[in-house]
């Protein structure tokens, strides 16, 4: 790169750069400031690399760290002294640790990991004001982020957030598949069954009003951004009709009609 100067006018036009590692990369030198950040992105220049993935549980990325080389005694221990800021009021970490890429040496202590990831949540929201219209505590707001990651798509995250929020005013359960795959520690299915509905648990936003007692997942900027600001709109019911097409309205029957269409193009294999 010519100059910092140069590469910073990249970055912060360019909301990937969130995402950039903090630790070492390897990267060529005399290059443009673009193919710097690129190289920044890139996981195979970083050495030692733990990622966290949008929407991930608690429970999957301590199996990253844990196979980084942590013990499951030290990192146990961590979990349970970290704490999020303070604002949240809670001294639970799930939701707070940071999707990103990290790089660490391979001495690093458990501690310190878990730490990074929650100093990065803080950095990446550091120009928020959590402190919203809608009477909503900040950490239930981080509870609707981590809903909003991980029913949507960052093309239709804030109109998730509004159907949630309307779905609360108007005291209607959530019914998220997404909490009871949650609450059954299950990934990788996309319909629940009518079993799984009527499982007892916290979770479960088809039996229990509200929202559920925690985040589900460590949800982006993108989709705490939205939950802070939702996009104007009546929408009570969404379905994903086939992958890139997610549809909304406040017409039950209408919903009908379209989860049907969804049916058939599930049966037909279109969400492999």
Known sequence: ?????????????????RRIAPGEHRIETRIPAKTALEQLLDPARIPNLIVVRDGQRLTEISESIASFGISKIDLERSIKTASPPEIFKTKSIEGFLYPAQYSFNKNAK???IISAMIN???FATKDLNWNNERDFTPFEVMVIASLVQ???????FAKVSRVIYNRLEK???????????????????????IV??????RYNTFIYPGLPPGPIGSPTRAAIDAAIDP?????????????????????????????????KNFRDGLFE
């Open 150 to 156: 991980t029913e949507g798509t960052p093309d239709v």
């Open 171 to 193: 005291r209607m359960p959530l019914q998220f598949d997404s909490t009871v795959h949650y609450a059954l520690n299950r990934r990788g299915e996309i319909r629940v069954s």
């Open 196 to 201: 799984d509905t009527k499982v007892r648990n």
């Open 231 to 263: 996009e104007v709109g009546n929408w009570l019911y969404f379905v994903t009709v086939k992958p890139f097409d997610t549809r909304f309205t406040d017409s039950y029957d209408q919903f009908l009609k379209w989860k049907s269409e969804y049916r």
């Open 110 to 112: 458990a501690n310190e």
């Open 120 to 122: 990065r949540f803080s």
């Open 1 to 17: 790169m010519k100059s910092s100067a140069a590469f910073f006018k990249v970055a912060v036009t360019d909301a990937r750069a």
